[in-house]
Each structure stands twice: as structure tokens, then as C-alpha cells.
């Protein structure tokens, strides 16, 4: 600078700079620019390593559609009724388009109105976030989005720190690129915790309001919204208050944003809510209904089939065969017995289980006495004696003993009344169960016959015993079996097998297993239709009187065994078999208690409304081409019944079988009784050789010959030659499966399978 300069500036008063002050302004300048691009550069790289290391944990994108959550099983009655419900997370999958809209706007208001505006996450929220968190010093709730609070419910805990709020963060804006809003909020309106056990949209409408999520009105709609930030806390059936609090809120939040009027607002809040919640879902499963029935098929079929997952996660679908109207009469008339004891009721001509209770009360015993229980059956056993000896040749007008039988072992049946009646039909001797004849017929027949034949019919016990004992029931066998048995007759001949599922569907609805009717031949139609006709006289006026369904055909036996342990009635109409057992755990006493009076009357309690709810045909059906005719006999001769016959029974029998001569004792001529070809005739065991005349009928009209045991066809020797065995090698005398032992193998298979 010159001199003429400087004197210029002078005059104007200004003051010359200095170059050293300019030089070390310059020097400073440069080094905070440096500073600040050191700072940014370090910051760059300190935020990559740090997002490298929260996003090295963080699921890839495609894993994010790939999402299984835990599902709902559903059992279903055969009327497509909710009967039990199985499930880690009560969940019921609902497809947006099947949900309220007013739920899905309540939620929207509530959670994140502006979901379908952002691409994952607020920006402004989240600055205004981290500026309470700097001011309080540590992360806190809030600013989250629906897509970042469904990325903490699938993937993150809920610690409340900026890394886990960074991760959050990410995952949203990734699953904003990789799908759409609607399949966003489908996930987060069925994975989103709503209390008392219900996970997602769909388990909660049914858990609070008893309905679909369809039909979820604005006041129930806000309700449920306003929980989502603390079900505990909000919930209407325990914090009514608060809950009301919050509602007000949801309802105002939609206002705010349009979605609703004030005046809907001042509706919903004034609506009365009521609620169908019946209890906390606190365990694996919960069983509404049918509890030893669904017991029975999830650890007999399902758990053993499918495993814990795929049933308790993977929202199946099981429709089972059960009559839900059915198991709740089964379930009351059970619950009134003074006794423990079960209730089977099967269609005879699929097997499928109707109905299926195990006892008086599930919640204090988990014994299921129709499947678990082997019980002695007593005379309920007999119609498959005499059904084995109508399959041998036998018939229903044939003649046997009711007499005294000692056996070499010290073995000898009598009968419940101690008395004998000397020679009677086996129609009556079945009716009025009769135990000599039933023993006369199992020697004559052989008892490994009668275990074949048992086999056929459906009974599947290992304590099927192979002495003469078998007449008398003396198996131990379950109510289930003994229904199978009796479907028999009832059907027309056919085996079944007892079966509770009907098909399965997966949670796409694909059909996963299908189940029907299992039929076999195990009677000829003749003789299943003969023994039914026999077993009606049972009870129409034999021992099983007390089980009559008016204006219905009934048959069926009583079961009663030793010292009043066990009592049954098994019998059937149209379309229709049903089994009653009643007895102690413990085998104790019943006390004088026979079958006829004691399980009879509950049999017919329940049958006489069944057939109610069940319309059943009055009638059995014969089918065309199966050979029986109709024919009235005497019951004390079995001839055809003269007009003055005193006691006269009408039954089916096979073409051709039936005597055509009239009673020689009540009027027919005797002379024609001889020659009858078809006359009844008398079935005598070896032992009968000794005492039968002193118990055998006024027989004018039998040929001498017909009175010789020789006459008969070779007979079997009886299988108590021998000493009888030790009571600990009788299984079929003693209890196979006790009570406890069942109870304690319940407990073992909740641990087995972590269910609780």
C-alpha cells in the first residue's frame, strides 16, 4: 500500500488491518473447516460400523414375509361349532377384508393415522422422540409407527434402548419397500396382544364380544383399540374406568382425522357393552365343551400323529363327529348320577361318536371312563354268546336248561336270584338274563367261537378271558367297545369302528385327513336282525324294562356283575346306540344296584331326548333281500302261539326256521308238534346228562330220541378241568388300568407334551 493510500484512509477515519490478524483468521478458518470434516468423516464411519452392528442381527428382508405365528387349533363339532380351542398364543387368523371397518379405523386413529402416508416411519415424532429422551436421559416410548411396532412384535424385545429403537427403525423401512400397507396391517392386527389370552383382531372379538370381527360395531371397535397400549391395564372386563378413558380417546383421535362425526362419537361412548369372555386363557388349551372327548382324540390321535407344534401352532381346523347338543344332555344326565360312570352314544352305521362323557366332572377327575376304564360287563356280554350260537345253527325257539352246574374246579354259576327255572327258550332266557343257559351255550358252542366272534363285533380288549367265565361277562372291556358291539345289531350285521374325527384342514384349508366309515361283515343280516328282535323283548318286558322310549323300538341288555361292582345298560333305537356304565374307582359296592335299575333309567333319560334332537325314525328298517320273517311264538314252548297262549313274543327269525306248528300246550294239536320238523328243540351239555329230567318240561310232544345228549353234535370239553389260576393272573377279574394310574399318566403327558 502507498503513502497517498494510507493517507486516504486516514481521512476517512478507518483503520488499517493488520496482515498477521488476517493470516491467523484464515489459519483458524481452515482448521475448523478441517475439524468438521474430520468430525463428519469420523461420524460416518463411527454410524456405519454402528449400523453395521445393529443390522447384523436383523432378519433379511425376505425372511419377513416368511413369518409363521402361532396359531389357534380349532376343534369343531360335526354342526361346525367351537367346542375347544388349542393354542400357544390364542390367535384366529382374520383376513383385513373380513374385519370391521370400524376396527381398522379405530386402530388407525390410535396407533398411526398417518400409516398410509409414511414409508416406515415419522421423522418429525422420531426427532421429537430422541429430544424427550435427551431431556430425560434415557429412551422411552413413543413415535413408533404400526410397521415398527409390528417389527418389535416379530422380531425385538421391548428393552427401551436407542440401538433397539435404531433396529426398530430399520426393519420397518424395509418391510415398507418390501410390502404393501394392507398386508402390514393385516400382520400387525392379528400378531398385536389385545389381554385375557387373545392375540390378534380375531380372538379378541371372539374373546370380549362372542362374535367374527365382521361384526364388530364402533363402540366395541374403539374399545378394543384403545387396549393396545396396555391390555393389562386397559382392559374393559377389569379396569372398566380406564378403559372408558381410553375409548374416549380412540373415538376422539377419529374425529380429528375425519373418520367419524361427533355425534357417532357421543353414540359409541354411550353404548352399553357387554362382554362373552368365560375365563382367562391362561393354558394350552381351553375346552368349552366335551372335555373328555377332546382329551381323548388330542392324545390318542392328534398330539401322537401331528406333534405339539403343528397342533398347538399351526391353526388347524379339526371337525370332529360329536353332537355338541348331544354331549351337553349326555354330560347333564352323567353329572346327576349318584355314582361315577360314562356315556357312549355312536351312529350305528358309520360309528361315528356322538356323544362321549367320562365321568361326572373333568376339572376333578381326568379318568375317562368310556375309553380308559376296563370294566367287567356282566350279562351285557351275553348277546354275543347267543349271538355266536344263532351264527352256529342255533335258534331263538330252542330249548336249554336253567339249571344247576358244578364244575370239577368248584366253579358254580348261579343266577342273580339264586333260583332256576328248569327248561325255557333262549328267548326268554336272554331276556330275563338268565346266567346257567348263557354258560350251557358257551360250552356247547366253545368259547374260542365266542371270542372270535366278540373280535368281529369290535371288542378289542387284551382282557378277553379263555375259560367259560366269557358268558358272564367277565372281560374287561370299555363302554367305547362294548358300543361298537352292539352297533351290530342295530345296523344289520355290520363291524364299525368307533371314530371322533371326521377331517382335518390346515390354515390354508387344505384338507390334511379325512376319516369315514370302517365296515366289516361281522354278523349275517339274519342274525343280526334275529338277536335285535330278541334284545326288544328285553325290554319290552325282560330286565332292561325300565329303559323304554315311548313310541320308539328299543332293545338292548343289563349288565350286572359280581357283588354290585359294575352295572350297564347297552342298547339302541333307529340310528342310534348308546352305552351307560356306573361304577365306583375304587370297585366298590354299589350297593343292591343292578343294571336294570340303576343304568336302565339314565340310558333312557338320555335316549328320550336324543331321539328328539336327533329326529330318528321310530322303526328299525329291514333291508330288501335280508331272509327273516316275522313270527309269533309262545314263550314258554317256542311253537307258534295259539290264541290262548298266556305269554306270546314276537321275533324275527331267519326263512324257514320257525316251527309251523301251533303250541301243543295251549291249544295245537300234538300230533302235529311231533312231526314238525322244525319243532324247538333241546340243547343239553355233557353235565346235563344226570339232571335233566328233573328240570326238563312236560314234553308230549318231543320224540324220545330228541332226549338223548347224543343226538348233538360233538361238544367241547369245558375249560375248567384244572385248578383256577392265581387271582394276580386273572387281568380280566382285576382292575387293568386303576384310576390313579390313569390320573397320574395325564399329568405325564401335559409334561410330555408342555402343555399347561
Sequence with gaps: MNRDASREWEEEGKTRPRIGVISILKGILLCFVFLLIGVAAFASVLGVIMLQEITQDLPPVEQIGGIQPSLTSVVYDRKERVIARLFEENRSWADIRQVSPWAIKAILAAEDSEFYEHQGIRLKAIARAIMRDIESGAARQGASTITQQLARMLYLNRERTFQRKASEAILAIRMEKEYTKDQILELYINMAYFGH????????SQVFYGKPPSELSLAEASMLAGVLPAPNSYTPIRHPDKAKIRQNYVLTRMVDVGMISPEQKDQALSANLTYARKAEAKASFVMEDAPHFVSHILFKQLLPKYGRDRIYRGGLRVFTTIDLDLQKQAEEVISKMKFEGALVALDPN?????????GRNFDESKFNRATQAYRQPGSA???IVYATALENGYRPVDHALDAPLHFANGWSPKNSDAKFKGEVTLTAALAQSINTVAVRLAQVIGVSAIREQARRMGITTPYLPEDLSIALGSSSLTPLEMGAAFCVFANNGYGVEP???KQILDNNGNSIEQNGPVLTNALSPETAVTMRSLLMQAVSWGTGSRAKVKDYQVFGKT????????VWFVGGVPDLVVVVYVGNDNHKTLGRAFGGTVAAPVWQEF?????????TPTAFKIPSGVGVESVTICRSTGFLAAKSCPQKVNIMMPVGQAPYSICPWHGGDILTARGDTNAPQLILTPEDGNIRMDYLLEDEWRNDEVQTADMFPPMPPPNFEAPLPPPDQWPYIHDPAPANDIESRYQELLDQYNIR
Design 607 to 615: 335316549v328320550e331326548q336324543a331321539v328328539k334332537t336327533l329326529g
Design 381 to 383: 356280554f351275553k348277546p
Design 197 to 204: 389370552g387373545a392375540y390378534g383382531i380375531g380372538a379378541a
Design 350 to 358: 358309520t360309528g361315528e361318536i356322538l356323544a362321549l362323557v367320562g
Design 559 to 566: 349288565g350286572t356283575t359280581n357283588e354290585w361292582t359294575d
Design 499 to 501: 371314530f371322533g374325527i
